[in-house]
C-alpha cells in the first residue's frame, strides 16, 4: 500500500508552528501542494512554506485570521488564483485560552476562543465544501482534541468548541457524502509543542500530565502530521463523519488500570 497526495492542493490552517506546522510538512512530503495559513506569525508560516518549496515540494503561505469571514474568502480567492481550487482542507487553527473558571472568565476571551476554534473551522469549512461539493471531491479534516470528549477545568471555551467542531464534523459530514466529499476529525493528545509548554517544561507538570497517558509520554507532532496524512489519503476513502482519536491513551480512563 502506497499512500500519494500527488497533485492534490491543501489548506492547513495555523500552519507556522506545533502540530499545524507537523501536518503542512507531512501532506508536503507525501507531495500535495501545500499552502500554509498563519496569523499573528507571517515569516513562521512563510518559513515554513520555504522548507516545503526546499524539499522540492510546491508551497505558499497565506496570512489571513480565520475567525473573520471576509480574510478567510480573500484566502480561498488566493488558492484559487494559485491553484485554481482546493482538495484538502486542515482546520486546524486554535487556541486553549487563558484558564479560569467559569465566574471569573472575561467575556471578550472566551468569545474569542470561540471565534477561532468554532467559528474558525465553520468558515473555512463554508468555503471548502462549496468548491469540493460542486467538484464532487476532497476532504475536510477537522483537529479537535481529546477534550472534544474529556471535560478540563478551567477550558469551558476550549472543550465546548472542540465539542462543537465534532458535531459539526458528523452534521457536515452528512450534507457533504452525497457529492462524495469526506468530512472527519483527528483528535489529538497531550502532543509536545509551544501550546502546551508550561505543562512539559516543569517536572511536575510533566510527572502529573504521563500519569494520564498509558503510552506514558508525550506524542510528538510528527505523528499526528503523519496520521493527517493517512486520513485525508484515499486510504481512508471510506472513513467519514468520526472522529479518529490520536491520544497514547489519553480516552482509555487509564486510572481505571488501578481498580475500578
Ligand atoms: C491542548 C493541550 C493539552 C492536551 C491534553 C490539547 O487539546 O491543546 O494544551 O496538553 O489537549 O490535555
Not at 509548554?197 to 502530521?225: T, Y
Amino acid at each position: 500500500m502506497t499512500i500519494t497526495l500527488e497533485g492534490r492542493r491543501a489548506l492547513v490552517t495555523g500552519g507556522s508552528s506545533g502540530i499545524g506546522e507537523a501536518i503542512a510538512r507531512a501532506l508536503g512530503a507525501a507531495g500535495a501542494k501545500v499552502a500554509v495559513n498563519c496569523n499573528s506569525h507571517p515569516e513562521q508560516g512563510e518559513a515554513v512554506a520555504q522548507s516545503i518549496r526546499d524539499q522540492g515540494g510546491q508551497a505558499f503561505s497565506v496570512q489571513a485570521d480565520v475567525s473573520n469571514p471576509e480574510a478567510v474568502a480573500a484566502m480561498f480567492k488566493r488558492l484559487e488564483a494559485e491553484w485554481g481550487g482546493i482538495d484538502i482542507l486542515v482546520n486546524n487553527s486554535g487556541m486553549d485560552g487563558k484558564p479560569a473558571p467559569v465566574w471569573e472568565i472575561d467575556l471578550e476571551s472566551w468569545r474569542k476562543v470561540i471565534e477561532v476554534n468554532l467559528f474558525g473551522a465553520f468558515h473555512c469549512a463554508r468555503e471548502a465544501l462549496g468548491r469540493m461539493v460542486a467538484q464532487k471531491s476532497g476532504v475536510v479534516l477537522n483537529i479537535t482534541s481529546v477534550h472534544e470528549e474529556i471535560a478540563w477545568s478551567g477550558f469551558s471555551a476550549y472543550c465546548a468548541s472542540k465539542a462543537g467542531v465534532s458535531m459539526m464534523t458528523k452534521t457536515l459530514a452528512q450534507e457533504a457524502a452525497p457529492y462524495g466529499v469526506r468530512v472527519l476529525a483527528l483528535a489529538p493528545g497531550a502532543i509536545k509543542t509551544p501550546i502546551n509548554k508550561n505543562v512539559w517544561d516543569n517536572p511536575e507538570g510533566l510527572k502529573d500530565l504521563l500519569n494520564k497517558i498509558p503510552l506514558n509520554r508525550m506524542g510528538e507532532a510528527s505523528e499526528i502530521g503523519n496520521m493527517a496524512v493517512v486520513l485525508v489519503s484515499d486510504v481512508a476513502a471510506y472513513l467519514t463523519g468520526r472522529t479518529v482519536v490520536v491520544d497514547g491513551g489519553m480516552t482509555d480512563y487509564p486510572d481505571f488500570a488501578h481498580g475500578g
